[in-house]
């Protein structure tokens, strides 16, 4: 189909609504909580256009006014405002990120001197293992899933959670640090090398 591009946007059809649905901080609230709400992108597009049709003040009769709007309303492309709005919240993915990154350094730092937290590595090395939380409370997802078992979770939501660890790990890798899962896959500790003498914790 042709269009003509308005504002970087697919055509002004597009550009208008997206711009009307972010007017102010009511209607971004809004949405930045539908956002989250959803489990894709498809879906979180379904909805948009479900609002505004029904929304439409032409609908209850029929006129050249209603087929005008309906035909306007026909022209948007819903996927676009969609990816606008989930791309808009993966950058607050990264910050929610960082922001759980310094509060894992902060407990690591205020448990690494506690001898239960001392554990062996594979090559009979030992290093610290601070218990963080569970990784229910903490994916952006709030699901467990693995590569093999993941019909639980959307394609979306798998790529905000790996985006979201490799963000966690970035941060806790400048101090040094890493993070893994315990006996129970679902358990966080985060890691570190033991400084110091060794016969200081035990």
Sequence with gaps: MNHEEYNGWYNYETWVTALWLQNDQGSCNYWE???NDVESIYDLAQMIKDEIEENDPTNDHASMYADLMSAAISEINFNEIAHHFWDNYRIKVIEKAKEEAENMIEAFEASKDDEDC????????QYIAVY???ILD????G???TPWANSNVSEEEAEEDEEFWEEIERVLSEKGLWYESGEDPTDVYVCGHIEGDLNEYT
């Design 118 to 125: 001392i554990k062996d590595s594979f090559n009979n090395e």
């Design 138 to 141: 903490i994916n952006p997802s």
């Design 33 to 35: 909580e539908m956002t």
């Design 132 to 134: 963080y939380g569970n």
């Design 143 to 145: 699901k467990y899933y």
